[in-house]
């Protein structure tokens, strides 16, 4: 079965393949964001606006309705955003202590 529910023959190497290619591009889509993560991190004023709990919220239920647009598992997406996000917050609590020491 391919990827579009057509029956051609795929190997499953042929399918890592194709998830090791979607990695490498999610790889560096989170290095951009990353960049405007460390940007917008050196524009907040304290820890607190780092956290920004209401913004994590925000970004979440963004994107688990891009998830639903996409057919993608909306649960998948949130779990993996807040990951994501955790990572960055720490990122721009280091930035952000390094900057006012």
């Given at each position: 079965?391919?990827?579009?529910g057509?029956?051609?023959?795929?190997?499953?190497?042929?399918?890592?393949?194709?998830i090791?290619?979607?990695?490498?591009?999610?790889?560096?889509?989170?290095?951009?964001?990353?960049?405007?993560?460390?940007v917008?991190?050196?524009?907040?004023?304290?820890?607190?606006?780092?956290?920004?709990?209401?913004?994590?919220?925000?970004?979440?239920?963004?994107?688990?309705?891009?998830?639903?647009?996409?057919?993608?598992?909306?649960?998948?997406?949130?779990?993996?955003y807040?990951?994501?996000?955790?990572?960055?917050?720490?990122?721009?609590?280091?930035?952000?202590?390094?900057?006012?020491?």
């Amino acid at each position: 079965m391919s990827i579009d529910g057509e029956s051609d023959a795929v190997s499953l190497d042929e399918v890592r393949q194709q998830i090791d290619a979607l990695d490498r591009e999610i790889v560096s889509l989170i290095a951009q964001r990353q960049r405007w993560v460390v940007v917008a991190g050196a524009m907040k004023a304290d820890e607190q606006a780092v956290r920004a709990p209401q913004r994590v919220e925000q970004v979440v239920a963004k994107v688990r309705a891009l998830a639903e647009a996409a057919g993608a598992s909306p649960d998948v997406v949130e779990r993996a955003y807040r990951a994501l996000i955790a990572g960055f917050i720490d990122l721009e609590l280091d930035h952000h202590r390094a900057s006012t020491e």
